[in-house]
């Protein structure tokens, strides 16, 4: 088992979670089946949480607020209250949320049903159609109306991720993350997270490592009755930012994740949610 585990362990340390894993493998070890090596790794990564190796945000200890995954064919909040609504062209495909980039109106729209914050994490599993100029300052998930939190791509510098915010107040002016080079069919796991007991840190992370992270402002929270958004980066100024391609998953907890649970996060992908060792486990085949 601990060798086991410490394989497992390079591979979540290698920080590429199920694309490109097998760099992290040991030479003898061979699949060709990409769907299989999925299923190993995601096993695996369970075993390891089930043995107290690493940690993970279980579905049941509360921290996972809300979640749309598209997987019914709705844009309904699995966890909460906060069902979407799709509005414009937006369209659900696959299980996934489909939007044109031709409009901010194109977008799915919800409501907190509780108070959120300051301390949270955002994540969004997503695909980029195009990386300019039809994906400009549009975020896979934000929440808030005059004052607000996101994840943002390409506002304040072109390619790059951000963490969105009301005239920037949280918001350097790059963060030094490197620009995107990734589009559809590739699948980006975006995450921020905001944590006042840190000094009010924010951290950036993709695809499972910190992108990057920074201190500016402080931390807000959100009242029930604000607004979660996809595609338009704020609810109050959404004119000019819109995005263009696909969400297989957006998620808010209500605690700032550690860097080994995003990374976890990563390795399992959407669509799991993980229970207690006396719950039921949720498939995910």
Sequence with gaps: MSQMCGWWLRVLACGKGLTGWEACLPKEVTMRNRKWNEKVSRL???ALVAAGVVGFPLHSDGALAHRWSFNDGTANDSVGTAHGTLYGTATIVDNRLRLSGSSENNRMEATLGNALGPNKTLVAWCSLSSLKPNNAAGSPLSVGNASFDAIVYGERTGGQWMNGSENWSRTPTTNGGALETLVAPDEIMMVITYDSSAANKIKLYRNGVLYAEHNQGSLISHA???????????????DDGYMNGYINEARIYDKALTASEIAVLYALGPDLLVQPPSGTLISFF
Excluded: D, F, Q
């Design 44 to 46: 695996a990564v369970l």
């Design 224 to 238: 029930a009755g604000e607004k979660v958004l996809i595609g338009p980066r704020n609810w109050s100024k959404w």
